[in-house]
């Protein structure tokens, strides 16, 4: 029965890393365009280099 | 790389600035700016945006939000933003600026119940990891230390996540009324207060397990509504910000600034293009045009006007650019009266009770009583205290309104989600239940039956390679009779003819040569009777006249909503004449040249006969009739202040999605009635078990979910029916 005292914990602190991931996500902003993350998967990269890198950076400021 | 977001919050400014540099000059300073750009439909027209944006000198960043149809562009000062709309427009993309985001406070509540929710979900996973073990059997002090783990997760969660429910009830007890919070209240905490005794005394029954999925449910049924309320409103607000929001100022020096609406004042002079809405009232100082007021005042034909008349702030202008001086702006111009009346009428609507709370003023004393009547029934009967609470109590968790509070939202978020893809936006889920019990549709004519837009009479006055050169011309200009050329000739399949050496000069047409020869759109040189464009090609000249036509599919929409039972009329602020022919075609009943206050009148008086009126309109004449009518709907080409006062928004040419909303409405209806039912019947049969005292947690556990997953179930039906009713209606239309 010991294991318990190891085990409840740690359930319980998985569950509260998922949680502060959750409310991480939501606070930058990652479920303000459901549509548009689903859309961005289809775009050809064509230069990764630039400007498209510093579109993609500042996103999560842009988006507030 | 695309990733969808980063956090900028935490970076140093420095930082940030050191990006900049990479693009532009180091010594300006960055700014944000925002458009909404209607026309992005896919994931190339993400691409096409961002990266036309990201190539221009000065643009730092662009970022597309695809729901909300925006973008945000960080760019150098000296960058305006008419150059942006102007890369976006050879781009490709219709746009304009977007204003400060109206939806925000909308926005920060839905995050607010995510949150919660996302608690709630967290502390039900980690409570019934440990009931199950309690359930299978664990008892002394492993239970009793279960209890104890459970108790501190579930009480901090309840905490949290139970603040919508616990804000809300307490509100409606300040006003002495109740809700359907008030029961949740009341059960979540006895629940938790009596499952607390429980686990001091090391009793076998707690219930933390119940109550914090019981909050969950709920939450998720709340989160449901919030999504389609947000949903529909950043779909809104992708089509609002098209009227005048802001005029093009002449400062003393010739040069134009752009000032915001409330900036505007008496005396400043402003440059107004074709195709552009008036800002505020003024008088013409140079230049002569032709005003549409359509939105204003209903009347369809447009007016010629010249120096030193008087035009209003919410009118366009469709001819050449003229320049205006300011006599009245902001809260007293002729567009404030009508803001007020919208106020008044507006205010009726905020008294409408939802469905779900009058089904718990009954349900919420009957349950309190049934509680009460047991636990007084089990001490009569010779129990102890203790145990007469804890069966008073394993009611009321067995009686929460777990599946009532997802019964409404539920079938409303199907039932708005498929609409939606029919079209029709939906604000809220009691627009959904005033839209169920309508039973009259009043109708705007201008801009509501009919488009709203100038279209060509007759094509066929052009040849092939006319209609061809026509669109290539007409494409090239923002002008309404280009726009509405072109988008005519595009719907009949012309495909646009290689031009050379395109301009346009404002007031005059466009010109370009064709294979050698000139070709010109332009307009008339003497005045004509209603609106006209000449195409010339070499020396032929062909007249293009112009009118409003009707949607393409009013008759059929007209049907559809009579064979529901509905009547049907129109009322306008249009002439008689221009009334009469439209009502004439349709076989509908008319009343012409009313005034904002007059329809506003009409509607009162059908709603104090006892009537549930539908009103559809559009311009901002139609304002305080929106308001105050029972529901109404607007289309997509409304004035910003009609898609605001409307319940719903429809967009595209056709009238068809009133018709499927009525439809929709009823169903959903239906399926809501019939969760509640089954609601009553899981009641009927859990409790009694409950009066009984044979409800264990693990009981009350299983029948909560079991009767949610039923209600939520039976609202999916809701897709499938909408479905089918689209299609039967756009069958039934096709064969009228």
Redesign the interface.
Known sequence: ?TI?GFL?PL??LM??C??GA??WA????????????A????????N?A??????????????K | MNAPATDLHAREPKQDAGDAAAVQTPAETLVDSRFTVPGMRCAGCIAKVERGLGALPGVAAARVNFSAKRVAVSHAQALSDDDLIEALRTLGFEAERAGDNPLAREDGETRALGRALAVAGFGMMNVMLLSVSVWSGADAVTRAMFHWISALIAVPVIAYAGRPFFASAAMALRYRRTNMDVPITIGVLLATGMSLYETATGGPHAYFDGVVMLLFFLLAGRMLDAMMRSRARSGIAALLGRMGKGAHVLNADGTTRYVLAEGLAPGMVMLVAAGESLAADGVIVAGYTTIDSAMLTGESDPRPVGEGDTIHAGMVNLGDPVRVKVTAAARDTALADIARLMDEAGQSRSRYVRIADRASRFYAPAVHSLALLAFLGWLLAGAVLYKALLIAVSVLIITCPCALGLAVPAAQVVAAGALMRRGLLIKDGSALERLAEVDEVLFDKTGTLTLGEPRPLDLGVLDEEGARIALALAQASRHPLSRGLASALREAGVVPAALEGLREEAGEGLQARFEGTLVALLRPEFEVGGLAVDLVVGAARTRITFADPLRPDTRQTIAALREQGLACSIVSGDREASVRQVAQALGLFATHSMKPAGKLALLERLKRAGHHPLMVGDGLNDGPALAGAHVSIAPGGASDVSQQAADAVFVGAGLMPVALAVRAARRTMAVVRQNFALACLYNALAVPLALAGLVTPLIAALAMSASSLVVVGNSLRLARCAGKAARAGSAAGGGA
Request: no cysteine; hydrophobic share 45%.
């Open positions: 029965m318990l409840i359930a319980l569950g509260l998922g949680l959750f409310f939501m606070k930058s902003g990652q479920f303000e365009d459901l549509d548009g993350a859309n961005r998967i289809l775009i050809d990269e064509e990764p630039d400007p498209d890198a510093a579109t993609g950076k500042t996103a999560g400021r842009l988006q």
